[in-house]
């Protein structure tokens, strides 16, 4: 389990080659990696926001009720892993224009991995400081991004150049993604189950 996350933290460019060489199901990746690793930032976020409060840094923080939290932690759950489906499919998209034409699931199971980094900065929302858990997202999406610049070309077997087009047309939509998310995480982690209710 987990048994790809210190290689592509530590050594990158030998852990892509693995995973390539790897004929993983999305089932394995799901119920090996991504389930694991999306619950850090909603757990370590249930913890923060109902036993330290969100705050700015000062005295003032704003605790959450654990059933708000709890139900506003399953939306966000449920919210990660469909962006993680989402996109590999922008991927399986995206690289449609090249010889390689990888599948759908080569394209989850290449996105499940690429957001390794993006999952474990969630660890700083145990202590929700806003601006300390904006600057752990930041980082998360700088290694993520090199993570993906550097898989892509050898993953849609295109050359350095054409990768970098694809790499930043997909981090462009992921930010994109992520925005929403941020977004929707403020809203839900900020009114817990009225902002539920309302939705269901």
Same mark, same amino acid.
């Given at each position: ?32 990696? &991504?389930?694991?690793?999306?619950? &850090?930032?909603? &757990? ?157």
């Amino acid at each position: 389990m987990l048994t790809h996350v210190w290689g592509l933290l530590a050594h990158p460019h030998r852990e892509w080659k693995q995973i390539q060489h790897e004929r993983e199901t999305l089932t394995h990746l799901y119920a090996h990696h &991504v389930l694991a690793l999306s619950a &850090v930032p909603v &757990v370590c976020a249930f913890i923060g926001t109902t036993q330290v409060g969100w705050g700015l840094g000062g005295d003032r923080t704003i605790l959450l009720h654990p059933l708000d939290a709890f139900y506003a932690g399953c939306v966000f759950y449920l919210t990660i892993l469909a962006a993680v489906y989402l996109m590999g499919s922008v991927i399986h998209w995206l690289g449609q224009r090249y010889s390689a034409h990888p599948s759908r699931r080569a394209c989850v199971i290449f996105a499940g991995y690429i957001a390794t980094p993006m999952f474990l900065s969630g660890i700083v929302a145990l202590y929700p400081i806003i601006w300390l858990c904006l600057l752990a997202g930041i980082i998360g999406l700088c290694y993520t991004a090199y993570l993906l610049y550097i898989g892509i070309p050898a993953f849609l077997g295109i050359s350095s150049e054409e990768g970098f087009i694809v790499s930043s047309s997909t981090l462009a939509i992921g930010v994109l993604v992520l925005e929403a998310m941020l977004a929707a995480t403020v809203l839900l982690w900020g009114y817990g189950e009225r902002i539920i209710l309302s939705i269901l």
